[in-house]
């Protein structure tokens, strides 16, 4: 009775402590706490790497506190929600910025200092988190903090795999991969939620009955695995607001395979089972291309289908039918990837829910939000027809379906072109039928989104020309950010506290407009030279990593020209690389005298190639090739260094942004959709040296181009010298680089033929070629500023106060506003 509910609800305040303290002591006392019992180890004794697990199990406590209180708030406020869909999420480490976010980052300081540790030797023992491969998996995790920062009422949903993106391993200048193991010692920031799964259905075939004159599906599935939730908490900054990134894991199902266990093969049907873990096991490396690989299809499936029986059900929970189910949900599809929850939706709510064909899809086109990161039409992906069939045979009959309806509509609005019709048709006739999964994507939702202004305008024209012909209005582009958060604040903590100081608050950090008050101060020389200062000691820190790592001692009066993401052709490593060829050269044909002039170089370069790519590899090797070489030159000393940063991740981009002078985004123009990397670099003032690219051209625009070291053709030009081919000419410096590699200059002869002739003549598709002599300029006209320290601090302030439009912050009120029409929802304190 409710008497009875009464006096367990006062029993439950009565035991209940109030919440978890936050004082140092308090800290302390929790702390040793896990260290016996969570870790368990004795208190007496236990090392860094033990007091990093205590301590993040004690974060994890109050975060758990915030996840309920906020979930609870949204679930009674019942706002519309944002569910975020992506298959890559790159965290990197957790526990500096939820201490930073949470607000306890003094607090945990003093704590373990008192223990006798070092809060930034103890966060350090952390393994990130590497469930992605670049730019795009980044960007979700920024998004997901500012989604928490600014009280969306969002969740991210994801895959829990076992193994992240692939360790890079240096041997003898060649790259390998190792698996990452990454949950090995456990993984302290997830909750596993054993009591939220959902079955996840495979093969089989569809059986039709009519059912009270209806036609209904059966599915009947040949094969099932659970998808078992693991929820991790995302503190936003500033508020109470945790919101969560739920990711899956396959697990046998439950339900017993009868059939196999009564055949007395006990052993064959256990291992049987097991082999549904494999489809959360490994994240695929490669980020460009797809091979239609069963495996990859079965991960988009599971993950999709799991999240929406997640979504579906919480919605019902609280609905009583599904008439405003598009007036409380969006859904955001994070490039195709997750794009079958379209398919998905609508066997759950036709199959399941029994709703009408017209009714859900209306709803289906009125809860998908499609944000694409691709600009060339050949690396979209592709199903196999055949594939998807026999995977998942209700699908595809739902997706015919979707495909007749919209070729019926389409032929009455542009007549019988049937070039076009078949050009814009989900299915893609031939000799392989395949499903266009981006055509899907762009059919089913309300809006199709770039992510930057020239990425949306090579949509209308390139890639998805005919559909913007057809719906104009649905094309938008939202250009990317980054967080502050994590890219000043917890990784750049002086510059951090230097910025709060001159602007006399900390506002600007989850306010990053504010950032502009530093403009006025540019030319202050006491801002200067502390912000000197500042700089110096980073430099510092990753000249002794960079120590650490390759055994080369750098001087911290050169110059940190740094080039940090994926190695890619069109990302043009290989430009970098001539260019240090170039000035070697010089350096040793200059007389002595002469060499006084140089402006001492340490050239760092990092990045994981695709295990299959072979070309990216030969970049890596010609990379160290070269730097044994210069490294090792005597008559080069100190004007020169190539360095080679291993194994680049979160936690090594946190280190080397902060200390970079000059950062290089080199991509041909009309090849990065965005880059975010170089809106990291801008806000920890380092020089952009950088082609009119994605959203390099939007920094320029807020920098003002005066303020960065622009090079390259041009856009429209682009196009135009591709056409002209072998009348292209490159500079006589460039063919003399290229033959020192040629040549066998940096040895590996052989090797190396098949990478220079990808820059060959003709076959230059990248136009380093073209671009070489433009390069060089540009890399002139950075040395030139580097030596007038007072004009290079000035733009390196500049820099960070043009930072703040590239926040995530920003992006994501853009999209809540225009996109999704969600609203924040403050959970009090
Ligand atoms: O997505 C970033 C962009 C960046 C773009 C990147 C990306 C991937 O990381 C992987 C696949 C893909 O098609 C695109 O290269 O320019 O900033 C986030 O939008």
Not at 351 to 364: F, G, R, S, Y
Not at 453 to 476: C, G, I, M, N, S
Not at 517 to 538: C, F, I, T, Y
Request: with cysteine.
């Amino acid at each position: 009775g409710s008497g009875d509910g009464k006096a367990k609800a006062e029993r439950m305040f009565g035991l209940m402590n109030g919440f978890l303290k936050n004082d140092p002591y308090s800290l302390q006392k929790d702390i040793l706490d896990h260290v016996e019992f969570t870790v368990p180890r004795s208190r007496f004794s236990f090392d860094d790497f033990e007091a990093y697990q205590a301590c993040a199990h004690t974060v994890k406590d109050r975060l758990i506190e915030r996840w309920h209180d906020t979930q609870m708030y949204f679930k009674r406020k019942d706002p519309k929600r944002l569910y975020f869909l992506s298959l890559e999420f790159l965290m990197g480490r957790s526990l500096s910025n939820s201490v930073i976010n949470m607000g306890f980052q003094d607090q945990y300081a003093e704590a373990l200092s008192q223990l006798g540790f070092d809060f930034e030797v103890v966060a350090e023992q952390e393994a990130d988190a590497a469930l992605g491969n670049g730019g795009l998996a980044r960007f979700s995790a920024c998004q997901m903090d500012s989604l928490a920062t600014l009280d969306y009422p969002a969740w991210g949903y994801g895959l829990r795999y076992q193994y992240g993106l692939f360790r890079q391993v240096i041997i003898d200048g060649y790259q390998h991969e190792q698996p990452d193991y990454w949950l090995n010692f456990g993984n302290p920031w997830e909750i596993e939620r054993v009591h939220v799964s959902y079955a996840v259905k495979f093969h089989g075939t569809v059986e039709e009955k009519t059912i009270d004159g209806e036609v209904r599906h059966d599915w009947v599935p040949g094969e099932m695995v659970e998808a078992v939730a693991y929820d991790n908490p995302i503190p936003g900054y500033g508020t109470r607001n945790t919101i969560n990134l739920r990711l899956w894991a396959a697990k046998p199902s439950g339900e017993y395979d009868m059939e196999s266990f009564n055949t007395g093969d006990y052993i064959n049907s256990v291992v049987n089972r097991q082999n549904a873990e494999t489809i959360s096991n490994v994240l695929y490396p490669d980020d460009r291309s797809h091979q239609g690989k069963e495996l990859r299809l079965k991960q988009q499936y599971f993950f999709v289908s799991a999240s929406l029986q997640d979504i579906v059900r919480r919605f019902k929970d609280s609905h009583p039918n599904f008439e405003n189910f598009s007036e409380k949900i969006a859904l955001q599809l994070n490039d195709t990837h997750p794009s079958l929850a379209i398919a998905e939706l609508m066997r759950i709510l036709i199959d399941e829910e029994h709703l009408k064909w017209n009714t859900v899809w209306k709803i289906v086109c009125d809860v998908f939000s499609f944000t694409t990161h691709t600009v060339s039409p050949e690396s979209l992906e592709k199903i196999p027809v055949d594939l998807l069939g026999s995977l998942l045979p209700r699908h595809l009959q739902i997706l015919y379906d979707i495909n007749f309806k919209f070729m019926e509509d389409l032929k009455k609005k542009i007549g019988l072109d049937y070039d076009r019709l078949a050009r814009m048709s989900i299915i893609k006739e031939g000799a392989v039928k395949q499903i266009r999964v981006a055509n899907l994507s762009i059919v089913c939702s309300h809006t199709v989104i770039g992510v930057s202004r020239a990425h949306l305008e090579l949509l209308k024209t390139r890639v998805f020309k005919d559909f913007y012909e057809l719906w104009p209005e649905k094309f938008q582009y939202k250009t990317n950010g980054a967080t502050q958060r994590r890219w000043i604040v917890v990784s750049n903590p002086n510059l951090c506290a230097l910025i709060s100081r001159w602007l006399g608050t900390e506002s600007w950090i989850h306010n990053v407009d504010l950032l502009t008050g530093l403009r006025e101060h540019a030319a202050d020389a006491s801002l200067q030279q502390d912000w000197q200062k500042v700089r110096r000691m980073n430099k510092m820190r990753l000249a002794e990593y960079i120590e650490a790592t390759s055994g080369v001692t750098v001087s911290l009066d050169a110059m940190f020209d740094v080039q940090i993401k994926r190695i890619h052709e069109y990302k043009r490593q290989l430009l970098n690389l001539l260019g240090v060829i170039h000035r070697y050269d010089c350096i040793k044909n200059m007389e002595k005298g002469d060499k006084r002039r140089v402006v001492p170089r340490v050239c760092i370069i990092g990045g994981k190639a695709a295990p299959g790519y072979e070309v990216a590899k030969k970049i890596i090797k010609l990379c160290h090739a070269v730097a044994e070489k210069i490294n090792n030159d005597p008559d080069v000393g100190d004007l020169l260094k190539l360095v080679f940063i291993p194994d680049y991740n979160v936690s090594v981009a946190e280190l080397v942004i902060p200390g970079a002078d000059l950062s290089q985004h080199l991509s041909t123009a009309g090849h990065e959709p965005s880059g975010t990397g170089n809106m990291k670099f801008l806000m920890n003032g380092c020089l952009l040296l950088a082609t009119q690219d994605g959203s390099t051209i939007e920094i320029a625009e807020e920098l003002g181009v005066d303020n960065m070291f622009s090079f390259g053709a041009k856009l429209h030009e682009v196009a135009a010298l591709r056409e002209k081919g072998l009348a292209v000419k490159a500079p006589l410096q460039f063919a003399r680089v290229i033959r020192m590699v040629r040549d066998g200059y940096f040895g590996h002869k052989d090797y190396f033929k098949s990478l220079c002739e990808t820059v060959d003549g003709s076959n230059d598709f990248y136009l380093l070629g073209h671009d070489f002599a433009s390069y060089l300029e540009a890399q002139a006209a950075a040395d030139k500023a580097f030596v007038d320290k007072e004009k290079w601090t000035r733009m390196s302030i500049l820099s960070t106060a043009a930072s703040g439009r590239f926040s995530s912050d920003r992006t994501i009120q853009e999209y809540a506003e225009h996109t999704w029409g969600i609203e924040p929802c403050r959970c009090p304190f």
